[in-house]
């Protein structure tokens, strides 16, 4: 399956703890869309997350956040892994 990074932007208030909560949400619906919350990055300065996600379509990894917890990404994109 394809591999999908997204970026949420400007989160106020973001926290370590919000973000592990967001992904153990992420990780209860993602089967339901045939989707894999694979790893996250987080800056919290910044209000900043990515995620990784292996999928069948951006779509899928969009539905997991939309309905684990409503914050949607800004931008979608496909990935490759390298070394």
């Known amino acids: 399956m394809p ?24 990780l209860e619906a993602q089967d339901k869309h045939g989707a894999k919350a694979l790893k996250y990055w987080f800056n919290e300065e910044k209000g900043e ?12 990894a969009e539905a997991v956040h939309r309905e ?3 914050l949607m990404a800004d931008e979608i994109v496909e990935v490759e892994e390298g070394i």
């Open 49 to 60: 997350v990515f995620c990784l996600f292996d999928a069948p379509n951006a779509e899928a």
């Open 3 to 26: 591999l999908y990074m997204d970026r949420h932007k400007h989160i106020e208030g973001l926290t370590a703890e919000a973000v592990a909560e967001a992904h153990r949400k992420d």
């Open 68 to 70: 684990a917890h409503g």
